[in-house]
């Protein structure tokens, strides 16, 4: 399907304009992401991790297993962004990657189905995948998954299209992506899908070329070894304490939520397999569904691109039934990226056989398929949007407000123990008190890191109890803290 005559004479003449699909992409979806994003620390949309990455990352600590080195490295550079709140420039970091995810859907539609008859279709993707509830969940928040997107996406552009310039660099994105999250581990047997040259280099030998993006892979990885040296600096956020190589194993093992693997029974597993189903429909509604489908099924061609996406389908929905965390649902999304492509694939092809004098035909698929979009997008947005969720940040306020001078505050549970780190270790409020996470106080590390955290605390151990502690230092009165459906403080 060409373009329309005036964009092909101005991209003759301003190159420009041949950049302006993915650049209206990028701004139509940072609009609907900024329209939705979280002001500040937020629990919406799953996302109660944000207080411990956002103060992690804010202190040069170590967030939880696995670490996340890659994660906090970026969210540092976009904390330092002199807008809005602490927590609101790394929520932002979140909408920046999921558009930049959507952009590299829209090129590789683009790649494959050749920038003239591949423009709509790539726009289609692109916004497929930007829109889906769970991603745009995602990008409002903040959270590992969005930059995770990103570089699946990436790997897949350069694996998909490959040329031997880059395999040091496909080598070492893919480093860097396990530096991320672990999961990247699914995308390692694309290093194997095919070894023959490229770009008309017969010269070049697979097992080189094998050797070559195994040593950027090693080199990519060692971001891990970053956490050690973060670690000797004593942060107070300082998961596993890695200065020792079985404490670092530990936390990028992420042995801490080994029990979650392997655990759902057949019935089980039959029943989330529905589930996934019909959250693939919510994702993408049925016109989605069946351009995917039409695609993979009637479409599908022996080629990189079509092999790789049908593996990253494959494997990261196997791995979402058999893991049992309340979370399973967002390794989805390297599933949703494929399927995105798919519908790319599938409406590149319908695009393609209009014939290229009925422009009337083309511009009525255009209004159409962004009609579908749009009004997805607008029954989604109300389950997403987390710009008016504020329990964080009244929980935090009221915490540090409530509680009285010198306190032991003994915080419990993932929501308060976050939130009260983000507000008394990020953001400096009420130095006077010491926080102690209740459920930690049987790990060797995080003793270490009290002591370190606060000199003057006596803590009392092994393996001390809430009131251990708070006996150790009876001076102090002791709070303690939680957070179930609302704020539950109690100070003796």
Same mark, same amino acid.
Request: glycine share 10%.
């Given at each position: 399907m060409p373009l329309p005559r005036f964009y092909l004479e101005m991209?003759?003449?301003?190159?420009?304009?041949?950049?302006?699909?993915?650049?209206? /992409? &990028?701004? #139509?979806?940072?609009?609907?992401?900024?329209? %939705?994003?979280?002001?500040? !620390?937020?629990?919406?949309?799953?996302?109660?991790?944000?207080?411990?990455?956002?103060?992690a990352a804010h202190t040069g600590g170590i967030a939880h297993p696995t670490g996340y080195p890659l994660y906090l490295l970026l969210a540092r550079l976009f904390q330092t962004i002199p807008i809005g709140s602490l927590a609101y420039r790394t929520n932002l970091m979140s909408a920046v990657f999921a558009a930049l995810s959507?952009?590299?859907?829209?090129?590789?539609?683009?790649?494959?189905l050749d920038l003239r008859h591949g423009w709509l279709a790539g726009l289609t993707a692109g916004l497929a995948?930007? /829109? &889906?509830? #769970?991603?745009?969940?995602?990008?409002?928040? %903040?959270?590992?998954?969005? !930059?995770?997107?990103?570089?699946?996406?990436?790997?897949?552009?350069?694996?998909?299209?490959?040329?031997s310039r880059f395999e040091a660099l496909r080598g070492?994105?893919?480093?860097?992506?396990?530096?991320?999250?672990?999961?990247?581990?699914?995308?390692?047997?694309?290093?194997?899908?095919?070894?023959?040259?490229?770009?008309?280099?017969?010269?070049?030998?697979?097992?080189?070329?094998?050797t070559r993006q195994l040593i950027w892979f090693a080199i990519g990885l060692s971001l891990y070894l970053t956490?050690?040296?973060?670690?000797?600096?004593?942060?107070?956020?300082?998961?596993?304490?890695?200065?020792?190589?079985?404490?670092?194993?530990?936390?990028?093992?992420?042995?801490?939520?080994?029990?979650?693997?392997?655990?759902?029974?057949?019935?089980?597993?039959?029943?989330?397999?529905?589930?996934?189903?019909?959250l693939l429909v919510?994702?993408?509604?049925?016109?989605?569904?069946?351009?995917?489908i039409f695609a993979l099924v009637l479409l599908f061609k022996p080629t990189r691109l079509y092999l790789s996406t049908l593996w990253i389908g494959f494997a990261y929905a196997a791995f979402a039934l058999v893991y049992t965390s309340e979370d399973a649902h967002l390794y989805l999304i390297p599933v949703y990226l494929?399927?995105?492509?798919?519908?790319?694939?599938?409406?590149?092809?319908?695009?393609?056989?209009?014939?290229?004098?009925?422009?009337?035909?083309?511009?009525?698929?255009?209004?159409?398929?962004?009609?579908?979009?749009?009004?997805?997008?607008?029954a989604v947005a109300p389950q997403v949007d987390a710009s008016q969720d504020q329990r964080a940040e009244m929980f935090g306020r009221q915490v540090m407000a409530e509680v009285p001078k010198d306190a032991l505050v003994f915080v419990k549970g993932d929501r308060a123990v976050f939130t009260v780190w983000y507000f008394h270790f990020a953001l400096g409020q009420?130095?006077?008190?010491?926080?102690?996470?209740?459920?930690?106080?049987?790990?060797?590390?995080?003793?270490e890191t009290l002591r370190h955290t606060y000199p003057a605390l006596n803590v009392p151990g092994p393996l001390p109890w809430a009131q251990n502690v708070a006996d150790a230092n009876p001076s102090r009165p002791a709070c303690f803290v939680e957070y179930v459906e609302q704020a539950e403080i109690l100070c003796e």
């Open positions: 991209t003759a003449h301003r190159p420009f304009f041949r950049h302006l699909p993915p650049l209206l /992409l &990028a701004s #139509l979806l940072m609009g609907v992401y900024l329209s %939705t994003l979280a002001p500040g !620390l937020t629990w919406a949309n799953s996302g109660s991790d944000g207080g411990d990455l956002i103060t959507a952009i590299l859907i829209y090129g590789l539609i683009v790649r494959a995948f930007g /829109l &889906a509830p #769970l991603v745009w969940s995602q990008a409002v928040i %903040t959270e590992v998954y969005t !930059l995770q997107a990103f570089l699946t996406a990436l790997i897949l552009y350069l694996y998909a299209f490959p040329t070492l994105i893919l480093g860097l992506a396990m530096g991320n999250h672990l999961t990247t581990i699914f995308l390692i047997p694309l290093m194997f899908l095919d070894f023959r040259a490229v770009d008309g280099d017969r010269a070049q030998r697979p097992a080189s070329s094998l956490l050690p040296l973060r670690a000797l600096t004593d942060p107070p956020v300082n998961w596993g304490n890695p200065i020792t190589l079985k404490r670092l194993w530990w936390l990028v093992s992420g042995e801490l939520y080994q029990g979650y693997y392997l655990q759902p029974q057949m019935a089980e597993i039959g029943g989330r397999a529905q589930a996934w189903a019909s919510q994702q993408f509604g049925w016109l989605g569904m069946l351009a995917g494929a399927f995105a492509v798919w519908i790319g694939l599938g409406v590149g092809s319908v695009l393609g056989k209009t014939p290229s004098s009925s422009r009337v035909l083309l511009w009525g698929a255009g209004i159409l398929i962004t009609a579908c979009l749009g009004f997805h997008a607008f009420r130095p006077d008190t010491a926080v102690v996470v209740e459920e930690f106080l049987h790990f060797d590390w995080y003793l």
